[in-house]
């Protein structure tokens, strides 16, 4: 079994469907796939897409490269052969995300985490993976500046506030009550970071929270 340990999140930068009778994006899910045959057809004639699985609008799943094989989602050599890719049709520089692809996405993801083991650290965007040409992250918008990337990981943590820290953390009950509360944010990408110190900017921010809330 191949060894999967990221799930990297893309999206098309297309249309989410090819034309008015194309509902689910199944026909442009198939133009993406058949893009992806011509290009690679003479290194490898089996190759299938350059992501696993594409996701329409209407929360259909489609599947493209099989996952036990490898895909070109990213250009980083490394990733890619520890990844699935998951394609979401549509460009989320410019719309926002419909809640059946969204609510389609976070059961796939759900199901490949447990099937591979992957943990909730290792759900990336494309822009977070480090690119073998331009060695930067962020050298690519994708999956879009409108991707509900917080609210997926949000839905796939089963309730927990932060990643980085479980049930069994001394102080989890107050994290809890502050987070709740609005007054604690973690970094933006759902961690606590426990053992970092703040900066004086964060520490006046969350007294700004706290007074803000005592006073409304
Ligand atoms: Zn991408």
Known sequence: MRNIKYIILHHSATDYKQ?????????????????AQEKWKKE??????????IIGHTGEVFKAQPIEQP?????????????????????????????????ASVKLIKTLMKEYNIPLTNILRHRDVVSDITHTSTSTQCPGKNFPYIHTLDALRNGEP?????????????????????????????????????TREEAMLMA????KLLQS
């Open 19 to 35: 034309n008015d009778e194309d509902t689910t994006g199944k026909q442009i899910a198939k133009t993406i796939c058949d893009r």
């Open 44 to 53: 490898f004639p089996a190759y299938k897409c350059d992501y696993h699985f």
């Open 71 to 103: 895909a070109w989602h990213c250009t980083n050599y490394q990733a890619n052969l520890v990844s699935a890719g998951i394609c979401f049709l549509g460009n989320f520089e410019n719309i926002e995300m419909p809640i059946e692809q969204f609510n």
């Open 162 to 198: 932060f990643f980085d820290i479980g049930e069994d953390y001394p102080y989890i009950k107050e994290i809890k009550f502050l987070k709740q509360l609005g007054i604690i944010k973690g970094d933006g990408y759902g961690n606590f970071r426990p053992k970092e110190y703040i």
């Open 208 to 211: 700004y929270r706290l007074l």
